[in-house]
């Protein structure tokens, strides 16, 4: 079954977060995904995660496809005018790729090219409408397209937002399943009380929501997410049994592997594990998990 297949059948999906090589050898990158090859319904391909500067998510799916292997497309605000995204999304249908998600893209000032300009010609609603008009046959000038693509469509959504931009939130999910978005991909879920407070204000039958399990690597990781980084809070349990822990990369694997389960057995549409340079340790969180 496709991605959407299983969206759509209320099936348990597995994608998981590979980010394409900061160079032109994609070996490594095709050997990883080979490790979990069938255990895996798609793989997302991030564009230039957190402002970092590595190959087009656009070329690591294409990669994918040539593999025979499903892929989902990242199409980004951040760095690529109008004419560019509808460039890139035509491209992309024309490639085979089946799933597209759109996102904001972190800003440019926390990545590797600080001094770059941000684009932003279109906003997130903007973009999900551009992709709609596209499968629709017609380009944002209204011209007629010779062959209009098809897509599993997904989007984000952030299970931090508390109080008045809670209720925008859940507005803007309305506004995307209204523009024909599928699918959700949360940021990192670690925090299980807090994001089950989330499901039940925002319903589990409104949305297909793809909460992300990170794989931790150390304590020190643990802590500067916790410290540093907005919209995700992980407990203190969980830093504390990673410093106690003999063998700390397979506490982390063990830490995600049990995270999937809850989450599973929580009645979430599926996960998406993001390994963050560790791709090569995805079986092994398969295997704590028993996927």
Same mark, same amino acid.
């Not at 499903?70 to 760095?79: G, K, L, N, W």
């Not at 000032?109 to 684009?119: F, I, K, L, T």
């Not at 830490?255 to 009645?267: N, P, S």
């Given at each position: 079954m496709t991605l959407q297949e299983k969206i759509a059948a209320r099936k348990f999906v597995v994608l998981g977060e590979f980010?394409?090589?900061?160079?032109?050898?994609?070996?490594?990158?095709?050997?990883?995904?080979?490790?979990?090859?069938?255990?895996?319904?798609?793989?997302?391909?991030?564009?230039?995660?957190?402002?970092?500067?590595?190959?087009?998510?656009?070329?690591?799916c294409a990669f994918l496809e040539r593999e025979g292997i #499903?892929?989902?497309?990242?199409?980004?605000?951040?760095?690529r005018n109008r004419l560019a995204l509808q460039a890139d999304i035509l491209s992309a249908g024309a490639l085979g790729i089946k799933n597209i998600m759109a996102v904001l893209g972190v800003d440019i000032? %926390?990545?590797? @090219?600080? @001094?770059?300009?941000?684009?932003n010609d279109l906003n997130l609603i903007e973009l999900l409408d551009t992709i709609s008009r596209?499968?629709?046959?017609?380009?944002?000038?209204?011209?007629?397209?010779? @062959? *209009?693509?098809?897509?599993?469509? +997904?989007?984000?959504?952030?299970? *931090?937002a508390t109080g008045g931009l809670l209720d925008i939130e859940l507005e803007n999910i309305e506004k995307k399943v209204a523009l024909g978005v599928e699918y959700f991909i949360t940021n990192p879920v670690f925090d299980l009380h807090r994001f089950?407070?989330?499901?039940?204000?925002?319903?589990? #039958?409104?949305?297909?929501?793809?909460?992300?399990?990170?794989?931790?690597?150390?304590?020190?990781?643990?802590? %500067?997410?916790?410290?540093?980084?907005?919209?995700?809070?992980?407990?203190?349990?969980?830093?504390?049994r990673i410093q106690k822990a003999p063998d700390k990369p397979r506490e982390c694997t063990q830490?995600?592997? #049990?995270?999937?389960?809850?989450?599973?057995?929580? +009645?979430m549409a599926g996960v998406l594990i993001s390994t963050v340079g560790w791709e090569d340790r995805l079986p092994q969180i398969l295997n704590a998990a028993k996927l």
């Open positions: 980010e394409p090589p900061k160079g032109a050898d994609f070996s490594p990158f095709i050997k990883n995904v080979n490790l979990a090859r069938g255990r895996v319904d798609a793989f997302v391909v991030p564009e230039m995660a957190n402002a970092v500067l590595k190959a087009s998510s656009l070329g690591g #499903e892929a989902v497309f990242q199409v980004c605000c951040r760095d000032s %926390y990545g590797d @090219h600080p @001094h770059a300009r941000s684009v596209l499968q629709n046959g017609k380009d944002l000038s209204g011209i007629e397209l010779r @062959h *209009s693509p098809r897509f599993c469509v +997904g989007s984000t959504v952030d299970i *931090s089950q407070q989330f499901i039940k204000r925002l319903g589990k #039958e409104k949305a297909a929501v793809i909460p992300t399990v990170l794989l931790l690597k150390s304590a020190g990781m643990a802590r %500067y997410i916790d410290r540093n980084v907005k919209g995700i809070s992980i407990p203190s349990e969980i830093i504390r830490i995600a592997g #049990e995270t999937i389960t809850y989450l599973k057995e929580l +009645g």
